[in-house]
């Protein structure tokens, strides 16, 4: 795997705030990675330092192996950016808007119009090509956006909360696209929206106060949670309270609780000691014993459990 | 110079697009013909030049121009898009040029659009043109200082309206610096090559041999490096902002 990012103990201290704190991570080739922590953790302020905007207090970023710091330009030219609320000009059309980053990045003529049809059509954003974009909704200004973070097929994105504000279906359309780009680029996604990853991510990496406090694939995070293999299954409420000391009796079993009980039957969630396999071990015992299982599930964990124990007092 | 083309073209173009830029252009044409005609006696003095059309427009400018200089950098910051145009792949210089350019070529449009007084005074007699072309190009040169004191003004700062009184403010210093009540402030203490080499930054003393259509390699070279000095401080300006 090609490794195309490349952050080594980023810092960066405004003043008495340390914004970021020794962040160091690479993305390769291929790779969503999902940047993710709460607000005020200083995901803006680090794809600031990856892309030029903010000089790093030390440490050291690089594109494609070009140093940021000290090869701006290069750097810069393979990097397409969404800043955070993705700003645009808004006496602009979206169409001499993208003319205007185009011809910045040394696109012109020919070429350019066929970069600008491609990112138009990759985003929707034919039909107000013309409008001026400070008459466009949200969405559509998120999108504009993002057609210029592409224009230039950028081996890089660097994408900071891509759909934050956005509805339902935006926020799917904008995953969608991150999706389907993700082939041939590394790609960084910041969030604070957990259901981003497992629609998008291959990689997370948490932040919290400045510090990266987990970087590891959605499963292995998802396995860190108390839930995870958890078993939920229902009974028949009259033996219920029989079942969950059948299941107590098991030693890979930490604790029993009772959920919720619905028409006369109780929902019930067993938590494994270390994240050990129960469903069989469950199923077997209680049909031992006679009691009917209606229903039985594994639970694959919570990110947001694990993501509120790493975080924890984190956020600003 | 592709990127400064770039810039310059959406610079001006983002003029043209509010209607602040027709107000100014109007707003300048009216107060340049009401000063010339009311204070300069431009009929009464009986003579076929502009000088008195001329004089006045220092003191147009020193509130007219830092008003065009003052959204260059304030706007971009107040509205988040220095994000964008600092993470594409240009030097700052040539996103400062660019932005001069712009706004100079702005206030020249304005400036060139006072043609109806030369059609009038050639009309009215037989003027020296060429000493009215010198007094355009000093005219306009001095908005180009003007600009580039206020485009370091809007650098320092995302509120348009402090961008305006301070770059208003030391194109003021710039103005006045030959005149006795700011000579008189460092001539108690200064050096005497000190108090002249202030009063040599006065840009009234070089405009109103302009005005004249007098162009002199001195007053050339003091402007020329007043706009690069700024130019280069605004760039610093610009970078700091980023090291913070
Ligand atoms: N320009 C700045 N000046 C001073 N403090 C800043 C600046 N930018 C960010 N910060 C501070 O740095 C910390 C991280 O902010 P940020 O990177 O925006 O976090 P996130 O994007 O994760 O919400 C916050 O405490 C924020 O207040
Ligand atoms: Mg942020």
């Given at each position: 795997?090609?490794?195309?990012?490349?952050?080594?103990?980023?810092?960066?201290?405004?003043?008495?705030?340390?914004?970021?704190?020794?962040?160091?991570?690479?993305?390769?080739?291929?790779?969503v990675?999902?940047?993710?922590?709460?607000?005020?953790?200083?995901?803006?302020?680090?794809m600031?330092?990856?892309?030029?905007?903010?000089?790093p207090?030390?440490?050291?970023?690089?594109?494609?192996?070009?140093?940021?710091?000290?090869?701006?330009?290069?750097?810069?030219?393979?990097?397409?950016?969404?800043?955070?609320g993705?700003?645009?000009?808004?006496?602009?059309?979206?169409?001499?808007?993208?003319?205007?980053?185009?011809?910045?990045?040394?696109i012109h003529?020919?070429?350019?119009?066929r970069?600008i049809g491609?990112?138009?059509?990759?985003?929707?954003?034919?039909e107000?090509a013309?409008?001026?974009?400070?008459?466009?909704?949200?969405?559509?200004r998120?999108?504009?956006?993002?057609?210029?973070?592409?224009?230039?097929?950028?081996?890089?994105?660097?994408l900071?909360?891509?759909?934050?504000?956005?509805?339902?279906?935006q926020?799917?359309e904008?995953?969608?696209?991150?999706?389907?780009?993700?082939?041939d680029k590394?790609?960084?996604?910041?969030?604070?929206?957990?259901?981003?990853v497992?629609a998008?991510?291959?990689?997370?990496?948490?932040?919290?106060?400045?510090?990266?406090?987990?970087?590891?694939?959605?499963?292995?995070?998802?396995?860190?949670?108390?839930?995870?293999?958890?078993?939920r299954?229902?009974?028949?409420?009259?033996?219920?309270t029989?079942?969950m000391?059948?299941?107590?009796?098991?030693?890979?079993?930490?604790?029993?609780?009772?959920?919720?009980?619905?028409?006369?039957?109780?929902?019930?969630?067993?938590?494994p000691?270390?994240?050990?396999d129960?469903?069989?071990?469950?199923?077997?015992?209680?049909y031992?014993?006679?009691?009917?299982?209606?229903?039985?599930?594994?639970?694959?964990?919570?990110?947001?459990?694990?993501?509120?124990?790493?975080?924890?007092?984190?956020?600003? | 110079?592709?990127?400064?083309?770039?810039?310059?073209?959406r610079?001006l173009?983002?003029?043209?697009?509010?209607?602040?830029?027709y107000?100014?252009?109007?707003?300048?044409?009216?107060?340049?013909?009401?000063?010339?005609?009311?204070?300069?006696?431009?009929f009464e003095?009986?003579?076929?030049?502009?000088?008195?059309?001329?004089?006045?427009?220092?003191?147009?400018?020193?509130?007219?121009?830092?008003?065009?200089?003052?959204?260059?950098?304030?706007?971009?910051?107040?509205?988040?898009?220095?994000?964008?145009?600092?993470?594409?792949?240009?030097?700052?210089f040539?996103?400062?040029?660019?932005?001069f350019?712009?706004?100079?070529i702005?206030?020249g449009?304005?400036?060139?659009?006072?043609?109806?007084?030369?059609?009038?005074?050639?009309?009215l007699?037989?003027?020296?043109?060429?000493v009215?072309l010198?007094?355009?190009?000093?005219?306009?040169?001095?908005?180009?200082?003007f600009i580039?004191?206020?485009?370091?003004?809007?650098?320092?700062?995302?509120?348009?309206?402090?961008?305006?009184?301070?770059?208003?403010?030391?194109?003021?210093?710039?103005?006045?610096?030959?005149?006795?009540?700011?000579?008189?402030?460092?001539?108690?203490?200064?050096?005497?090559?000190f108090?002249?080499?202030?009063?040599?930054?006065?840009?009234?003393?070089?405009?109103?041999?302009?005005?004249?259509?007098v162009?002199?390699?001195?007053?050339?070279?003091?402007?020329?490096?007043?706009?690069?000095?700024?130019?280069?401080?605004?760039?610093?300006?610009?970078?700091?902002?980023?090291?913070?």
């Open positions: 795997m090609q490794e195309m990012v490349r952050l080594e103990r980023l810092t960066k201290r405004f003043g008495a705030v340390q914004a970021v704190d020794g962040v160091s991570f690479s993305v390769a080739r291929g790779e990675l999902g940047f993710l922590g709460p607000n005020g953790a200083g995901k803006s302020t680090t600031r330092m990856l892309t030029g905007f903010v000089l207090t030390s440490g050291t970023a690089r594109v494609m192996g070009f140093d940021v710091v000290r090869e701006p330009r290069r750097a810069k030219e393979r990097i397409g950016y969404l800043p955070e993705a700003p645009s000009y808004g006496d602009m059309s979206p169409l001499g808007f993208l003319r205007f980053v185009g011809e910045m990045r040394g003529g020919k070429e350019l119009a970069r491609v990112a138009f059509e990759r985003t929707g954003l034919e107000v013309n409008r001026p974009i400070e008459t466009l909704s949200k969405g559509f998120r999108r504009v956006g993002l057609a210029q973070a592409i224009l230039h097929d950028p081996p890089v994105l660097v900071d909360e891509p759909t934050d504000g956005l509805d339902p279906n926020k799917h904008v995953r969608k696209l991150v999706r389907e780009m993700s082939r590394a790609i960084i996604v910041s969030t604070h929206i957990l259901e981003e497992d998008v991510c291959d990689r997370v990496v948490i932040i919290a106060r400045g510090r990266i406090v987990a970087d590891a694939r959605p499963e292995e995070l998802e396995r860190r949670s108390p839930t995870h293999n958890a078993v299954l229902t009974v028949d409420r009259e033996r219920a029989e079942a000391d059948a299941i107590r009796t098991l030693n890979t079993v930490r604790e029993v609780r009772r959920l919720e009980e619905v028409n006369g039957v109780a929902t019930l969630l067993a938590l000691v270390d994240g050990a129960l469903g069989a071990q469950v199923s077997q015992l209680l031992g014993r006679g009691i009917r299982i209606e229903r039985l599930a594994v639970e694959r964990g919570r990110l947001d459990d694990v993501f509120r124990e790493l975080t924890q007092g984190g956020s600003a | 110079m592709d990127i400064v083309r770039t810039v310059v073209r610079e173009a983002a003029y043209f697009t509010t209607p602040l830029a107000v100014f252009i109007v707003i300048f044409l009216a107060l340049a013909g009401a000063f010339a005609f009311f204070l300069g006696g431009f003095r009986g003579q076929a030049d502009l000088e008195s059309f001329f004089v006045f427009h220092p003191w147009l400018y020193l509130f007219l121009v830092p008003a065009v200089a003052m959204r260059l950098w304030a706007e971009e910051r107040r509205t988040g898009t220095i994000e964008l145009l600092m993470t594409l792949p240009a030097s700052t040539q996103i400062v040029l660019g932005k350019l712009a706004a100079w702005f206030t449009i304005a400036l060139a659009l006072t043609f109806p007084f030369w059609l009038t005074v050639n009309y007699g037989e003027p020296d043109n060429g009215i010198a007094a355009y190009l000093g005219s306009w040169a001095i908005a180009g200082a580039a004191i206020g485009a370091c003004a809007s650098a320092l700062t995302k509120n348009q309206v402090i961008a305006f009184v301070l770059g208003a403010a030391i194109c003021f210093l710039f103005l006045m610096s030959g005149v006795d009540l700011v000579l008189a402030a460092f001539r108690g203490w200064a050096p005497d090559w108090v002249d080499l202030v009063a040599s930054f006065s840009l009234i003393t070089h405009f109103n041999e302009l005005a004249k259509g162009i002199n390699a001195a007053t050339a070279v003091y402007l020329a490096t007043l706009v690069g000095v700024c130019l280069l401080v605004n760039t610093l300006i610009v970078d700091l902002e980023k090291a913070r």
